[in-house]
């Protein structure tokens, strides 16, 4: 395949020229990729090095990796923040990730499946509602689902963090389903229609499981964005040892910064790793699901 | 509905439907097909019922709620006492309000096209079939997952501080600005960056864009005569518009709402909640100190109000603009 578009060179060329251009043009490919790729890598290569390095090192130093690197930044880890240990620091962002990958798988399937495969009078009316909520920007909800969730005593629980997600809420997800489901052969639920199943067993018997990409998408999307979310933690815990890893690295920030920083590297580090194994264990399925939301059919 | 191969848009057909789907139901409606309906109405809300809950719940009813809140004083203490129109007054007449639209803004302005045209750059790069197409495609991925983490604005602040490698840098360059994160008026530049780091995801959606532009359309062109920037302005552009159309819009409203990037980066909590000088004092950030530190939920709840105004009408000017140069396919579906 010729280069196409980003060669601006004009492309009347005999067979002879375009070999002559063949090959510094896959070098410059290969060198452009490769200059992307640093500056993409730097700060994960920086954050490594730092890691290992003496708190006063990390930011005055060029070199990425110490000279005689030092675990004391890990082991200093193992003391906790503010008492609390790490560990439990982990489990509640687990808690609350896995929590809010099942509500999305269940709660978003079910209504996709409704707005795919069943035709029912209001249905394009609240598609479009659906939609709307997609572009909605979150802060308006922010304050009184707050003061909502404040008159029902759930500040400090894990309620307000959990409820959206088993109630459908995140418009996205939905929509991923919704196409995927659009595109699945209608012969087969017909067929069973036919033989008499009922809409619940096509959804589960049928639909689900040929739904399985979009619900691995959808599910490590959620993942990962559970992990990362600060602002929903941030407003709705205020005991340190219901802190998920993002509030608890803050705390550390607010703490130490300044006495330890070498430690503070070390954490943000540990607390990226669960995002960083799930990207690299279903990238596939990432990036794909990211291309489709873009396009459809 | 479309083939594998179909190139179609997202934003356009969501809410219309094939509907001739149902071959079985044309000429008058027979009881078995009343009894049918009734039940597949029955069945569609059941199916609904959480999302709708959810809904009534947690979007509407919080939305009508907020929107009685930016007419009252609230402190979340004292029952909400109805104010008229005084925080909106207080609002326009306040200079650090007006200091976090114009930060906000810029920030809009300057880091969303740099970001999209990073990730329509690479795209193309990435487009050509080469080896190791697959891994460079995933390694820029990357950053758009952690990119909105804690962990990722702490490494960001620190590598744009004083001394750190990004000052060290511009120095060999003779430009001795400091670090940008300790500078009011340079702080926003590394949350533009920030972004910009992120370009994966838009391009991904690009990279998909351009797989689905026919080859033989480069192929007539190529006898034609025309150049490769030809190639890009006449076939390459419009044949994606729809994913172009879809980044923008989706990229915008999205960089209205930064909140965490900018909370950490610019220092957090306390006096100074973002950035020296309120550098970093993002719309949202503002939002959060007023409504959070300063209890003022009556107050924050018209900034909310304020915002989602600015981003639909922004969304309104995006879907009116799309016209006149989104190009959908004619019966693509």
Known sequence: MSAQATDVTPARSTRAAALRRRLPGSLAWHLGSLAILTVILYPVVWVIGGSFKESEDIVGSLDLFPADPITSNYTRLTEGIADIPISTFFMNSLLLAVGSVVGILLSCSLTAYAFAKIRFAGRNLLFTLMIGTLLLPYHVLLIPQYVLFRNMDMINTYTPLLLGKYLATEAFFVFLMVQFMRNLPKELDEAARLDGCGHFRIYWSIVLPLCRPALITSAIFTFINSWNDFMGPLIYLNEPDKYTVSLGLKMFVDQEALADYGGMIAMSLVALLPVLAFFLAFQRYLIDGMATSGLKG | MGSAVTHAPAMEDLTR????????????????????????????????????????????????????????????????????????????????????????????????????????????????????????????????????????????????????????????????????????????????????????????????????????????????????????????????????????????????????????????????????????????????????????MGLASAMAWMLLVAVALVTAVLFWSQKRWVHYEEGGR
């Open chain 2, 17 to 296: 439907d094939s509907e001739p789907r149902h071959g079985l139901a044309k000429p008058r409606p027979s009881a078995a097909l009343k009894r049918r309906r009734r039940r597949d109405n029955l069945a569609g809300y059941l199916f609904m019922s959480p999302w709708i809950a959810g809904f009534l719940l947690l979007t509407a009813g919080p939305m009508a709620a907020s929107l009685y809140f930016a007419f009252t004083d609230y402190n979340l203490f004292d029952a909400p006492r109805w104010i008229g129109l005084d925080n909106f007054s207080e609002m326009f007449g306040d200079p650090r309000w007006r200091h976090s639209v114009r930060v906000t803004l810029w920030y809009v302005v300057v880091g969303t096209p740099i970001k999209l045209i990073a990730a329509l750059g690479v795209a193309l790069l990435l487009a050509q079939k080469r080896r190791g197409q697959a891994f460079y495609r995933a390694a820029f991925y990357a950053p758009s997952l952690i990119g909105a983490s804690v962990s990722v604005a702490i490494v960001w602040k620190a590598i744009f501080s004083d001394d750190a490698v990004v000052d060290r840098t511009q120095k060999l360059f003779g430009i001795d600005v400091g670090g940008w994160t300790g500078d009011p008026d340079m702080i926003i530049y590394s949350l533009v960056a920030l972004t910009v780091w992120q370009f994966g995801a838009p391009m991904v959606i690009f990279l998909a864009g351009l797989k689905q532009v026919p080859r033989e359309l480069y192929e007539a062109a190529d006898v034609d005569g025309a150049g490769k920037l030809r190639q890009f302005w006449n076939i390459t552009l419009p044949m994606i518009s729809p994913v172009l159309f879809f980044n923008v819009l989706l990229e915008t409203i999205h960089s209205f709402q930064i909140f965490s990037s900018a909370y950490i980066v610019g220092g957090g909590a306390g006096g100074n909640a973002c950035g020296p000088a309120d550098g970093s004092m993002v719309y949202t950030c503002y939002l959060y100190v007023q409504g959070f530190e300063n209890s003022r």
